[in-house]
T-cell receptor, first 116, second 111 residues
């Protein structure tokens, strides 16, 4: 299984809502990532988990809260988001043996988030 | 500024032609990777080339790396309409482990 799955595919939420994005992989990868991508722009790294521990937080606002419950799952909890947070949120995973960013990354299809 | 910058920003060619995209970067790298993204979808890894390698091939793809010029190129030969996508280079610096993406090249292959 070389697939990274993400749910939901689309999410519309108000600024006072709390929601979660989910990501799952069964490739035995021990590094998992969250990226944010605005239209016609490259993905921007948000968080990196390596061996289920948060290793990189790219100064992301606290209204985004990541969680890695086990080696296959990655969540992104959302609370009090702003309209400018509307974007495609991508999850990825990779081998972690050489360092989290040093191997090819496998991406999920993304969650298209709209904040009203 | 972005670690990787791609050139051109957009490229339109006919089926069967070759497509060449270039990427420049600023700092010393451990490796450089190329990814493809179809509209609104996730990214697909194409090739990873390490700093001690100069050229890699995968099917119709050829990637070169010139560390002295801090640049890389991606050549797609005999292009197909299905190659229409955005192509991103991404670098991993020697001093860290973050993968940083360039701005991307939008390739359109006309049937």
């Amino acid at each position: 299984d070389t697939e990274v799955t993400q749910t939901p595919k689309h999410l519309v939420m108000g600024m006072t809502n709390k929601k979660s994005l989910k990501c799952e992989q069964h490739m035995g990868h021990r590094a998992m990532y969250w990226y944010k991508q605005k239209a016609k722009k490259p993905p921007e790294l948000m968080f990196v988990y390596s061996y289920e521990k948060l290793s990189i937080n790219e100064s992301v606002p606290s209204r985004f809260s990541p969680e890695c419950p086990n080696s296959s799952l990655l969540n992104l909890h959302l609370h009090a988001l702003q309209p400018e947070d509307s974007a495609l949120y991508l999850c990825a995973s990779s081998q972690a043996d050489l360092g989290a960013g040093w191997n090819e990354q496998f991406f999920g299809p993304g969650t298209r988030l709209t904040v009203l | 500024s972005q670690q990787g910058e791609e050139d051109p920003q957009a490229l339109s060619i006919q089926e069967g032609e070759n497509a060449t995209m270039n990427c420049s970067y600023k700092t010393s790298i451990n490796n450089l990777q190329w990814y493809r993204q179809n509209s609104g979808r996730g990214l697909v890894h194409l090739i990873l080339i390490r700093s001690n390698e100069r050229e890699k091939h995968s099917g119709r793809l050829r990637v070169t790396l010139d560390t002295s010029k801090k640049s890389s190129s991606l050549l797609i030969t005999a292009s197909r309409a299905a190659d229409t996508a955005s192509y991103f280079c991404a670098t991993v610096p020697l001093s860290g482990s973050r993968l940083t993406f360039g701005e991307g090249t939008q390739l359109t292959v006309n049937p």
